[in-house]
């Protein structure tokens, strides 16, 4: 398995480009299932995520073709309805398959997706959304069983415990796009990935009001057609290249990422006063003396502070004196980052579903595991601002959601190696954990 060496080399400098946003991908391409007719998807993040979504639709019957490093043709004629368990174990989001499958095939088959090491992750509202739109849901090994022979629309209110579900929104949206009927669905998620969905599927005929808002109202139509449509940028992505640059003090400009998408992590970046530059569609991170200031966040459904930048903003608030609190409101659980921080110095605890941090560490390289998607980022922005040499493991959970994560870091100046794990010395061979 490969490994990152990362050692702490001073400010990043230069610019970067932000990539399709994986969680926007995910979601468009099920939507393809949704016509026979070909979609043309560009600006695709070459991902390992991507990729098993590519490979779950080949395997339903769509053909799925490269036509450039990011633009992807695809185009489902006749597909199966079952998305078999050894698919979507590798890739949870293949759960974004129901509501197209019950679209298209008025029956879906889909294994439900395992837990994650950031929590359970429960479909219930899927579930639920499926049979306010008259649908026959059984759970039964493992699949769920959708008899949508008598799908049609209605009214839906599909928050949950912890606020809206972002593939939730997007399954039932799917499904009602060729509903019969009007579909009102409320306590939709607004995340920027649902509004592209929206988009791309308007473009294919769907009847969708109140795009970007929490109440979005469906007329079915009889079918949809093909489209070309541009994934919007990755505003994760660009809010971790954010967060290392800020950790170096660097002077980074950030491009094809359009501020508004990082509202409230810019907010909370202007708070600790960090400064930065803003025109239309980039992001320029500027270098600072003395320390930033520590803040506290919660994380809440998009417009809020995004979970997904939590462990992120958590590393450079290790480094940064004063104390500062980061609370979970998504998964309360996703902290899976702290203790490895804590091996590199950070003095930081879990208080229920809140980190409690005392920056101003001094962090020092160690050998530290990679645990999920968003945990690993965190690790190499901390690593970038440690004395000596940092050996990431198990960083297959990086390359779910970062492309080309470790050359564009380098490309800014970073001292950052892909290795083999046969390089890491003997003393920190995971064995050695046993
Ligand atoms: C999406 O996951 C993202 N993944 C996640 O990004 C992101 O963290 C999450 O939204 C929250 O923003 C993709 O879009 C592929 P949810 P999703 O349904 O849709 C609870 C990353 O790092 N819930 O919005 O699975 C759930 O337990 C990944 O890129 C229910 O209770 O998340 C959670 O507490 C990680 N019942 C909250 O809602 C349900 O039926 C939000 O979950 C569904 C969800």
Known sequence: MDIFRVRGNGPLKGTIAISGAKNAALPIFAATLLTEEPCIIDNVPNLSDVRSML??????GASVTQE??????????????????ELVRKMRASVCLLGPLVARCRRAEVSIPGGCVIGPRPIDLHIKGLRKLGCAVEIENGYVNVDASKLSGGPIFLGGRHGSTVTGTANILMAAVLAPGETRLEGAACEPEIVDLCIMLKKMGAQIEGVGSPELIIQGVAKLSGCEHSVVPDRIEAGTFLAAAAITRGDVTITGIPPRLLGAFLDKCEEAGLPFELTENSIRVLPYEGNLNPIDIITLPYPGFPTDLQAQMSALMVVTPGLSILTERIYPNRFMHVPELQRMGADMAIEGSSAIIKGGARLSGAPVMASDLRASAALVIAALAAEGTTWIQRI????????DFEARLRALGADIERLSDKDLPKEYWESAEA
């Open 55 to 60: 490979d779950i639709l080949g395997r339903l």
């Open 68 to 85: 450039s490093p990011h633009r992807w043709r695809i185009e489902a004629k006749k597909i199966g309805h079952t998305a078999p368990y």
């Open 396 to 403: 297959y959970h990086l390359d779910r959601g970062y492309e």
